[in-house]
């Protein structure tokens, strides 16, 4: 699970304008971090200009997923995540920063002009949410009952065999009970016959 791109993007005009963005490129080779950055850059400009204000939505492309919120400010929020990363993890982070974004940063700082804003932000929540588990306190939970759940099945099993192995000790320990008796009742019978008067 991977998040590569978190972006703040003025979508009321096309072409979308990117306000603000962080990208995680450090499992790309140098010489293909310029055109996945630009791919990264091109795509979220699309999804952004397709998001209505109000609405949630994931694009999957090729191994991506474009998770995307739009506002009725006029402001959209995208992140670009991997496949296996959690669509409700990225969508409570969009709503995060997208609400931090307008508090630092009013309408009327960015409505009329095509220029960038630092958001330093950003790059915080890009490694923070790297590991979703961490970031979202439900997963995290969830993943500490699976790992309480796995010890319960272990410590379960192994009470089961100790229980086998209390069994079969009892059967063995009547299995020598019965051999006793019987040793016990022909060692009387051997004796019995010589007897002496």
Known sequence: MKLYYIGILKN???????????KELS???RFT???YSEFMT???KTVAERTKPGQRQDVEEQSSTFHAYGRSEGIAGIIISDNDYP????HQLLSKVVDEFLAKYPRAKWATS????????????????????QAD???????ELDETKIVLHKTIESVLERGEKIDTLVAKSDGLSAQSKMFYTQAKKQNSCCVLM
Do not use: G
């Open 114 to 133: 095509d220029v960038q804003l630092p958001f330093p932000e950003l790059k915080e929540y890009i490694i923070k949410y790297q590991d979703p588990a």
């Open 12 to 22: 009321e005009d096309k072409p979308a304008f990117e306000l603000c963005s962080e």
């Open 42 to 44: 091109v795509f979220a």
């Open 87 to 90: 669509a409700l993890v990225a």
């Open 33 to 35: 971090k310029a055109n």
């Open 137 to 143: 306190s439900i997963l995290k939970i969830q993943k």
């Open 27 to 29: 499992s790309y080779s």
